[in-house]
């Protein structure tokens, strides 16, 4: 059983809806991810959350909004998504370690298909 | 900016033997951490191994170790005695050493285990 959890694991949605993404971690982590892997093209950090800070936001369209209550929990709404959007979103933790991080842990992701 | 570099998009290998996956890297940090990652079919992202720039000896864990040659700026990861259930695709990333990572990640490896 992962300790990254993704919920839902895939979701069908047209351009009008709205939707969101859950992650939860029960690592004790302290530091949060959204990724992007698109078909043929390598994982793409959308953005980054630490200590309940988002500390990155590497460009994303504001079409996705994140989300952290605390930094066991992380959300990505989704709003007028366009086709091109169509990805597996990926959700990891770590803990921040400062010289020496420890690895990004994943959860099993989120198949979106936009209709 | 950092960058990875995996220049083998597919691999096929007979079961048993031992394989190794090819992945360069450029970064101007002086410290940095290097990553491989598996992803079976389902998605997931499993953390297979971590090289950390200072690091005097190569990372080893299980049948996998990391061949870290910092001159010539390459990580590869050696899978020693290859199963059947190695067959998945193999993403080498690269941090910067410093609070919650912004991974990048190479394009892949699709590693195949024949009978």
Redesign the interface.
Known sequence: E?GVTQTPRHLVMGMTNKKSLKCEQHLGHN?M?WYKQSAK???E?MF???FKEQ??NNSVPSRFSPECPNSSHLFLHLHTLQPEDSA?Y?C?S?Q?V????G???????T?LSIL | AQKITQTQPGMFVQEKEAVTLDCTYDTSDQSYGLFWYKQPSSGEMIFLIYQGSYDEQNATEGRYSLNFQKARKSANLVISASQLGDSAMYFCAMSSNQGAQKLVFGQGTRLTINP
Not at chain 1, 98 to 101: A, I, L, M, Y
């Open positions: 992962t530091a991810y093209k390598p994982l950090l980054v959350y630490n500390t990155e597996l990926l990891a770590s921040d400062g010289q020496r991080p690895p990004q842990h994943f959860g099993d992701g198949r």
